[in-house]
T-cell receptor, first 113, second 114 residues
Framework: NAGVTQTPKFRVLKTGQSMTLLCAQD?????MYWYRQDPGMGLRLIHY???????AKGEVPDGYNVSRLKKQNFLLGLESAAPSQTSVYFC????????????FGPGTRLLVL | AQSVAQPEDQVNVAEGNPLTVKCTYS??????LFWYVQYPNRGLQFLLK??????LVKGSYGFEAEFNKSQTSFHLKKPSALVSDSALYFC????????????FGSGTQLTVLP
């Protein structure tokens, strides 16, 4: 199993550009999450999904959209990138309701100029 | 609302000495508590968790954590530190809802000196 993978690993954007980050998991997990990591702030939840076709807002959803059209994929979109969205983005997945541990991908480093 | 505090940004310890990384939490209801480790330019790796049961939880790489309900703490410990334990450590608490949203602390950088 590849586990949780993220594409791309690194990206530079100009302010106002759009992009989509892809998270894929091959473990048949129901739940998926997108976090951002900023220095001194730990990880903060952006959006999450409790199953195929569902999404919900986390702690810091503004400026982001998500979709989960297929169970194995969770996409994070930035419609109009801003310098404040410069961060490292992590995706995670969790098997099902009574299995608590989240498994993380390697991260995507995004720089918005 | 749930929250996690890691009061120390940096912990330094000599190789072979015991280490402790501190964590306190606030949550409604029963807490689900986790420790994750992050090595440079890598994702987070799961170390251990407390869901219910024995207050002393054993995890990967010789780490353990002690759940203390009265002090709302979940400190990470290891009897004998290794240089390879140097990394960024995150404590996290999960909600009781089905989504199990994790709230992370700000992280503690552990440096083990040879």
């Amino acid at each position: 199993n590849a586990g949780v993978t993220q594409t791309p690993k690194f990206r530079v954007l100009k302010t106002g550009q759009s992009m989509t980050l892809l998270c894929a998991q091959d473990m048949n997990h129901e739940y998926m999450y997108w976090y951002r990591q900023d220095p001194g702030m730990g990880l903060r939840l952006i959006h999450y999904s409790v199953g195929e076709g569902t999404t919900a807002k986390g702690e810091v959803p503004d400026g982001y959209n998500v979709s989960r059209l297929k169970k194995q994929n969770f996409l994070l979109g930035l419609e109009s990138a801003a310098p404040s969205q410069t961060s490292v983005y992590f995706c995670a997945s969790r098997p099902q309701i009574y299995q608590e541990t989240q498994y993380f991908g390697p991260g995507t480093r995004l720089l918005v100029l | 609302a749930q929250s996690v505090a890691q009061p120390e940004d940096q912990v330094n310890v000599a190789e072979g000495n015991p280490l402790t990384v501190k964590c306190t939490y606030s949550v409604s209801g029963n807490p689900y508590l986790f420790w994750y480790v992050q090595y440079p330019n890598r994702g987070l790796q799961f170390l251990l968790k407390y869901i219910t049961g024995d207050n002393l939880v054993k995890g990967s790489y010789g780490f353990e954590a002690e759940f203390n309900k009265s002090q709302t703490s979940f400190h990470l410990k290891k009897p004998s530190a290794l240089v390879s334990d140097s990394a960024l450590y995150f404590c996290a608490v999960s909600s009781s809802g089905s989504a199990r949203q994790l709230t992370f602390g700000s992280g503690t950088q552990l440096t083990v000196l040879p």
